[in-house]
């Protein structure tokens, strides 16, 4: 899912940065952006929340 959201988001940069969307068009793009990277920032927080507490359970020791 983390990928998708960021290889979306990544097109729309692209898009962006092409410069041939006209006004509107770029304005959803950048809109979709925000959505897209608030998502991707949750989901980060949400994996070193994982992470953490993982890391707590072995006091920071390393399993295989």
Request: proline share 0%; aromatic share 4%.
């Given at each position: 899912?983390?990928?998708?959201?960021?290889?979306?988001?990544?097109?729309?940069?692209?898009?962006?940065?092409?410069?041939?969307?006209?006004?509107?068009?770029?304005?959803?793009?950048?809109?979709?952006?925000?959505?897209?990277?608030?998502?991707?920032?949750?989901?980060?927080?949400a994996?070193?929340?994982?992470?953490?507490?993982?890391?707590?359970?072995?006091?920071?020791?390393?399993?295989?």
């Amino acid at each position: 899912m983390f990928e998708e959201l960021l290889k979306e988001l990544d097109e729309i940069v692209k898009e962006l940065e092409s410069g041939t969307l006209s006004l509107e068009e770029a304005i959803k793009k950048y809109q979709r952006g925000l959505e897209l990277s608030a998502l991707c920032k949750e989901k980060l927080l949400a994996a070193k929340e994982v992470i953490v507490q993982k890391m707590s359970e072995t006091d920071g020791k390393v399993s295989s």
